[in-house]
């Protein structure tokens, strides 16, 4: 695929992290491979609380068609996004620590690829289960790879440096042993980004990984995804695979 001479390898650019995964999730396979494994643990969803909801993709699918449900999102792009589903949810706008959600409100709590479960995972679990009459679902990243950077994926590891442990193994570690989920299923799936140009893409990643504009890196990456991408009729396509586990616990 050329791509040269990289004019422009070294510009800033102007991509929205979250948007440009929440484009990718619409993209992707996630929601054909995740959605049926969630249903198979947690057949009756009834009133859905989706934490961190993102762009409402998963919550969407999910979600009791006979129920209200509500999202709790920080994102003003991303509560944009809730506002534009074919059936939007009730946002609460804000992160989960200070989210105004009544106690057992809703039957089915679902959170998907939180930082909190890196971070705090026995106390997000615990609000979790104040919120859920019946179930709380978490699907956590389950891959050895890269997790905090979208598209890192695609580049070597000397690049990103990123920590690539297994999401699960995180969060179980950050578990009390009486904590664990007793339900846990596993899913593959391909995490696919289609982007319109392959140099903005390059500069976002060479931006988030602090190279500064003269670094001779940055032509290197933007050879090294073109000679990934598949050309599209809407652009470059990046494909990715991921694996996720889905953890539940059912109240009580």
Known sequence: MPI?????????????????????????????????????LVPAIGRLLDVGAGGGQLGAALRDRREPWTAIEPSPAMRGRLARLHMPPRVVAGRWEEAQVASAAHDTVLAATMPAFFDRPDAFLARCREWA???????????????????????????????????????????????YPPHVAFTDW??????????????????????????????????????????????????????????????Q
């Open 133 to 179: 009459r019946r179930a709380v679902v978490w699907v956590v990243p389950a891959h050895a790879g890269p997790r905090g950077l979208c598209f890192a994926g695609c580049l070597p590891s000397d690049w990103h440096r990123e920590d690539e442990t297994p999401g699960i193994d995180i969060t179980m570690r950050g578990l009390l042993p009486s904590s």
């Open 4 to 40: 040269s001479p990289f004019p422009a390898a070294n510009r800033p650019s102007d991509i929205d992290p979250l948007e440009l995964y929440a484009a990718a999730i619409d993209t992707s396979d996630y929601i054909f491979r995740v959605a049926p494994q969630v249903r198979r």
């Open 190 to 251: 391909t995490f696919t980004g289609v982007v319109p140009d392959l140099l903005e893409l390059s500069a976002f990643l060479a931006g988030r990984l602090g190279w500064s504009p003269s670094d001779d890196r940055r032509a290197q990456m933007t050879a090294h995804l073109a000679r990934q991408a598949k050309r599209t009729g809407s652009g470059y396509r990046l494909d990715i695979p991921r694996r996720s586990a889905v953890l539940v616990w059912r109240q």
